[in-house]
C-alpha cells in the first residue's frame, strides 16, 4: 500500500513538472521564472510533501499507534522538526499524519497535513541556477490516499497552497504564489493535475498506476 502511494505522489511530481515545462521557455513576466526553473522549484517541492506519502512518522513525533494481533492498526502523530535543504538553508514542516491499516483485507489509508517553511533554502534547479527560497508565509501540503490489494489507488488526493520569497544569485528576486493539485478520477487509475505554480498553469492527466 505504501509503495503504490509512493508510486502516485511520484507521478504528481513528474507530471507537474512536464505541465510546468509546457508553458514556454519564459513565463509571465510577474512569475519572472523560466519555465525550466519554475518546473525544477515544483518537483522539488511536491518531492518535499510526496515523502510523507509513506506515512512514515518523523523522529521526536508525538502521538499514537496501535496494532492488534493480526498487524492491523492506527497512528496519528503530531511533528514539527527541521529538514536540510540541498546544497544549503532548511526547511520546518509541522504537522500531523495518520491512517490505519487492515492486515487481513490489505488495505490503507494515509492523511496528512503538513506546514513547510522555507528559511533561506537553496534548490539547485535543473539549468544549474541555485535558487534561494524563504517562506511567505508557508507552504500548506494535505494528503489523503486509501488503496486495496486487488484495487490499487481507491483514493488520492494531494493539494499544495501558499507562496514564497525567492532570489537567484544575479540579485534578481521575486514572490511565488503556488496552488497545485492531484485528484484520483473516480472509477480509473489516473490523476487529474490543476493549478498553478509561479505563474504557469498545471494541467494534464496521467496514470496513477506503473
Not at 523522529?59 to 511533528?79: E, L
Not at 484520483?184 to 496513477?208: H, I, M, R, S
Request: glycine share 14%; net charge neutral; with cysteine.
Amino acid at each position: 500500500m505504501r509503495k503504490r502511494m509512493l508510486a502516485a505522489a511520484g507521478l504528481f511530481t513528474a507530471a507537474a513538472l512536464a505541465a510546468c515545462d509546457a508553458g514556454g521557455a519564459t513565463g509571465p513576466r510577474d512569475a519572472q521564472l523560466t519555465a525550466a526553473q519554475a518546473a525544477s522549484l515544483n518537483r522539488a517541492l511536491l518531492a518535499s510533501g510526496a515523502s510523507y506519502a509513506s506515512g512514515s512518522v518523523p523522529a521526536g513525533a508525538r502521538g499514537t499507534r496501535s496494532t492488534n494481533a493480526v498487524g492491523s492498526g492506527t497512528f496519528s502523530f503530531t511533528f514539527s522538526t527541521t529538514v536540510p535543504c540541498t546544497p544549503s538553508g532548511s526547511t520546518a514542516v509541522a504537522g500531523t499524519i495518520g491512517g490505519s491499516a487492515d492486515a487481513v483485507a490489505r488495505t490503507g489509508t494515509v492523511q496528512a497535513n503538513l506546514a513547510f517553511t522555507h528559511q533561506s533554502c537553496a534548490i539547485r534547479t535543473d539549468d544549474g541556477t541555485v535558487i534561494t527560497l524563504n517562506g511567505d508565509p508557508r507552504l500548506d501540503v494535505t494528503l489523503n490516499a486509501a488503496s486495496g490489494q486487488a484495487t490499487g489507488l481507491t483514493a488520492f488526493q494531494l493539494t499544495e497552497a501558499g507562496a514564497f520569497n525567492w532570489s537567484r544569485p544575479d540579485g534578481s528576486s521575486g514572490h511565488c504564489n503556488v496552488n497545485v493539485s492531484a485528484n484520483l478520477v473516480a472509477g480509473t487509475q489516473n490523476v487529474k493535475l490543476g493549478g498553478t505554480f509561479c505563474g504557469f498553469p498545471v494541467d494534464g492527466t496521467v496514470p496513477a498506476g506503473g
